[in-house]
């Protein structure tokens, strides 16, 4: 049972440049989300998905678009990344029923953007 | 719209000491709360929650209180060790939704 999994672990781009965060979840959860983590800000939310065909807004979603590709997989595209992306990426999913609504992590994603 | 505001860090203890991170919330509604932990180069992992008033989570020595009268949910253990080294989140949701609104983070370093 490998829970939430996210690929690359590290990212190197230039500005400009497009990429596609993925992200895999194994535990059939309903819900999925995206967040960025950058220092003294916390976890953001960027986009999340509650159900599969679904996909909404978060905190900070300039910049990036998603696809929930179907009930395990979400992922995070950058189109055209700017320095001002570069961060770490956390995918996340949950399925429990309110209000327990616990969220499992992936390991992150490191994006540097030149 | 809800908040969370933690205590900043970095907080360095020798180990054994006793630990408290503060943590207070404002939301509309009726949080359920939690603490999440981030060891180093990993994701986060849930450490402990509660989900109504006077509620007592605990897990791994780790306690925190719900205490709506003061909209804290503070976090403590006794006796600190190095391994417990790793930056804490606070966060809540409300209204029986998904989206979790997190702190900043603290990060707690214990030496030996």
Not at chain 1, 95 to 105: D, H, I, K, L
Not at chain 2, 72 to 85: A, I, P, R, W
């Amino acid at each position: 049972n490998a829970g939430v999994t996210q690929t690359p672990k590290f990212q190197v781009l230039k500005t400009g440049q497009s990429m596609t965060l993925q992200c895999a979840q194994d535990m059939n959860h309903n819900s999925m989300y995206w967040y960025r983590q950058d220092p003294g800000m916390g976890l953001r939310l960027i986009y999340y998905s509650a159900s599969e065909g679904t996909t909404d807004k978060g905190e900070v979603p300039n910049g990036y678009n998603v696809s929930r590709l179907n009930k395990r997989e979400f992922s995070l595209r950058l189109e055209s990344a700017a320095p001002s992306q570069t961060s770490v990426y956390f995918c996340a999913s949950s399925g429990g029923v309110a209000p327990y609504n616990e969220q499992f992590f992936g390991p992150g994603t490191r994006l540097t953007v030149l | 719209g809800d908040s969370v505001t933690q205590m900043e860090g970095p907080v360095t203890l020798s180990e054994e000491a006793f630990l408290t991170i503060n943590c207070t919330y404002t939301a509309t509604g009726y949080p359920s709360l939690f603490w999440y932990v981030q060891y180093p180069g990993e994701g986060l992992q849930l450490l402990l929650k509660a989900t109504k008033a006077d509620d007592k989570g605990s897990n791994k020595g780790f306690e925190a209180t719900y205490r709506k009268e003061t909209t804290s949910f503070h976090l403590e253990k006794g006796s600190v060790q190095v391994s417990d080294s790793a930056v804490y989140f606070c966060a809540l949701v409300t209204g029986g939704g998904n989206k979790l609104t997190f702190g900043t983070g603290t990060q707690l370093k214990v030496e030996l």
